[in-house]
């Protein structure tokens, strides 16, 4: 992982710490990013709403307890992993449902 500090003279055991933080951001930006597409089309359209607004609720959830964790001065890095879970569960429920049609 020294690939991202590849100027740095210092130890660079915790790089990887690093990397995986530069990629939750990057995947909770984009994300995020479908998801308020996909609200403001759900409000449009008045098509199921219940399960983006529940994952609205799961992010204040997790962001109302990492400021917790921010705030009490514990080890962010226990909580932020499971925004995953979030994630994985945003995919599953909302992005690849399979939708039924009727077929006549």
């Known amino acids: 992982m020294t690939v991202l500090f590849l100027e740095s003279s210092t130890n660079t055991d915790g790089d990887y710490l690093i990397f995986i933080g530069l990629l939750q951001f990057l995947v909770g930006v984009v994300q995020v990013f479908g998801a308020f597409i996909r609200t403001i089309v759900a409000i449009a359209t008045r098509k199921n709403p219940k399960k983006i607004m529940t994952y609205w609720g799961m992010v204040v959830f997790y962001f109302l307890v990492l400021y917790l964790f921010s705030y ?3 080890n962010i890095f226990i909580w ?5 879970l979030i994630a994985i569960w945003y995919c599953f429920q909302v992005v ?3 939708h039924q049609s009727n077929s006549n």
């Open 72 to 74: 009490f001065h514990w």
């Open 80 to 84: 932020m992993p499971l925004a995953w």
């Open 96 to 98: 690849f449902v399979n």
